[in-house]
């Protein structure tokens, strides 16, 4: 299967190319693309100097449009899969022909790599917030999805055409479950992740307030109309 | 507040609230920017209900009657909106002539 691994990048100087390497060796196979959101650190300089196989926005999309831009490409060059990777070193490259093989075997659309199925346990309000998100879901669609949150997301071909032609579709939980309610088969399997191995989080608490109410609405409101 | 004010109030949310939810069905805005109208028409369904927070902070400042607070805030409210919109369209702006730029540039090249 051709599988292409996106890595949005947004001011990731400290740990991109950690990220990369240890991605290629560990899946030779697996193709990459790094989206550098119009960084303003060195990031671009990196992915230059380093021959990594990227494309650099020329200003700061947000994430959702790098990711875009990703899956047009994944389009354009017949990829069959494309996997989600944090280029903060969060997620572990293993686990990706895992996920290429649960999508084979179960015939469905989108696999999400869960923190929780594989045991680990979340604390604060974190979790409480991926918690809310997954009861949502569940009440919406019937789906249960119990890391709705996991930034670690394979998605097959179908979905690659939906997302690269999509409107206002995000890597969020809400397209998710709207995938889901237009018919999208979702399935999970355990993974477990590390914490950021350098950089930046950019998830402050106004900004995370926000989508929460993001998260609500759309999943309470506008789901059912669009 | 009389009772139809309050239903004038409530009246005025779910139009704004059918406005919306038609935009996004029809892909004309982002849901990130329906946000600020769900809570605006939210807000006027709270006031439409419980007319008391409009008496309250009306006598508390001295207002001569609720709807007058009520003018005020909603007045406030869109005046603030009105200079984030100015504000994200300058960026915006800026935005278009960084891509026009760059693609000249890369023209060049």
Known sequence: MKILAIIPAYNEEACLANTVNELTSICPNIDYLIVNDGSIDSTPDICDMEKFNHIDMPINTGLTSGFHAGMKYALKNQYEAVVQFDADGQHKP?????????????????????RYLSGEQAHGLRNMGSRLISHLIHQTTGAIITDPTSGMRMYGKQMIKT????????????????????????TEIPVSIRDRQGGESYLKPAKAAKYMLRMCVSLLLFQRFR | MPISQRLLLIL?????????????????????????????????????????IAFFFASFFGFQSPANLVFLVVVGI????????????????EKVNQLAQEIALQNKS
């Not at chain 1, 409107?167 to 479950?177: M, Q, R, V």
């Not at chain 2, 704004?16 to 809570?39: G, N, P, Y």
Request: aromatic share 8%.
């Open chain 1, 94 to 114: 293993e686990y990706i022909p895992l996920m290429a093989k649960q999508l084979q075997t179960s015939h469905c659309d989108i696999v999400i790599g869960s």
């Open chain 1, 163 to 186: 997302f690269a032609r999509g409107f206002d579709l995000g890597p969020e939980p809400d397209s998710i479950a709207l995938l889901i309610r237009n018919g999208a088969k979702v």
């Open chain 2, 12 to 52: 005025g949310a779910i139009a704004i609230l059918t406005i919306i939810i038609r935009s996004v069905r029809a892909k004309r805005i982002l849901i990130e920017d329906s946000l600020f109208w769900i809570m605006f028409s939210l807000l006027l369904v709270i006031l439409g209900l419980f007319p008391q």
């Open chain 2, 78 to 93: 869109l005046l603030i909106k009105e200079f984030r919109n100015t504000a994200k369209i300058s960026l915006l702006k």
